[in-house]
């Protein structure tokens, strides 16, 4: 495939990766970290996440479709994959020879699971979320299953509020009557709640990837995304020129326009117009106008000595952007795009 000059490149620290899975999986205590890698790792790359992950010695792995359990059985035992969003009947056999193991949701999943063998199975236990799971009422569904995890998913940990002690005590009297290898509970907000929250394995997610679940990682998870961008144009406009879509932006003097690659194609949504920024140096260059589809501008009066084919950073420190736009860490991560020149430092 023919090599061209990239416009845009997304940088993956994978030394943050491991010390964010390393400092967790410490947070957890007696407990082990796992890692959730759904989404194709949060938008990161599930393969080259996954590979760093086992060498540093995560040994649990969640995705959320057999899809994405297919795409890295090769790189850990498929045992070590889990697949939160339960199996379809139609899906038994496939997954049976794969050798991932099913979070089995509903009464309906159990009761396929046992009808097709039996087979070794984690079980999520729905403590409060309404989402999935397996009610505290119909937990007699259970008895003989062979579960290896028995799983349930904080809704509000992120907070302190008295629905994390509510859904603790529904876990742990639920944990002292249905048998199982091993409990889970805790995301990565959750780890913070304290050893209570632990049990034997937590799975962290967001801040695995940089992402700050609650105020008090801020001091030790470390950023993973680094975005830069080429300025595909650099021009000077008078007062009173209008930029970008509906005019929304008018210069107020003379100013230096940049125009880089990068929009909601590339996770970079509409919300950053007038927000966003971009640095060199040191120096702040603000979005202005709105962002389009793979357009962004820039006010360059800072730094005027750019030209065309220079590379600035674009900002995407993800509490701060998440604070700008109004968009969850979440949504930050997982919405960058795959047109972007890729590179694990």
């Known amino acids: 495939m023919t090599e061209f000059e990239p416009s845009l490149r997304l940088h993956h620290d994978g030394e943050a990766l491991v ?9 957890s205590g007696d407990a082990r970290a796992g890692a959730a890698v759904k989404a194709n790792g949060y938008g990161l790359g599930a393969r080259e996440v996954v590979t760093r992950l086992r060498d540093a010695g995560c040994r649990d792995f969640f995705v959320a479709h057999w899809a994405e359990a297919e795409f890295i059985a090769d790189l850990v ?23 991932a193991i099913p979070v089995l949701n509903t009464p ?8 097709a063998g039996g087979w070794r199975c984690h079980v999520m236990l729905d403590s409060g979320i309404n989402r999935l799971g397996v009610a505290p009422d119909q937990t007699g569904i259970l008895a003989d299953l062979d579960i290896d995890i028995l799983l349930s998913h904080l809704a509000s940990a992120d907070e302190d509020v008295a629905q994390n002690a509510r859904q603790l005590e529904i876990f742990a009297e639920a944990r002292s009557h249905i048998r199982a290898q091993r409990y889970s509970f805790a995301n990565s907000a959750g780890i913070m709640l304290g050893a209570a929250y632990h049990f034997d394995l937590t799975r962290p997610g967001l801040s695995l990837y940089g992402g700050i679940a609650r105020p008090e990682m801020a001091e030790w998870i470390k950023p993973v995304v680094r975005l830069s961008a080429r300025l595909l144009q650099v021009r000077d406009l008078p007062a009173g020129a209008m930029v970008g879509y509906n005019a ?9 326009v940049g125009t880089i690659s990068m929009g909601y194609a590339d996770g970079y949504m509409r919300a950053f ?8 140096d040191g120096l702040e260059l603000p979005v202005i106008g709105r962002v389009s589809m ?10 005027p000595a750019l030209r065309e084919g220079d590379w600035v950073n674009v ?9 700008l736009t109004g968009l969850s860490q979440y949504e930050l991560l997982t919405l960058l ?5 890729r590179f694990w430092i």
């Not at 117009?273 to 640095?279: D, L, N, T």
């Open 294 to 303: 793979d357009l962004v501008t820039l006010d360059l009066n800072a730094a």
């Open 77 to 99: 035992p498929p045992s070590w994959i889990s697949v939160l969003n339960g199996i379809a009947q139609a899906d038994i056999p496939a997954a049976q020879a794969l050798g």
């Open 337 to 341: 795009g795959d047109r972007s020149s």
């Open 248 to 256: 929304t932006h008018v210069c107020s003097k003379e100013t230096r």
């Open 315 to 323: 900002d995407y420190d993800l509490v701060t952007a998440s604070e």
């Open 273 to 280: 117009s007038a927000k966003g920024r971009a640095w060199v």
């Open 108 to 115: 309906e999943q159990v009761s396929n699971w046992r009808s």
């Open 19 to 27: 010390s964010n899975w390393r400092a967790l999986d410490a947070r």
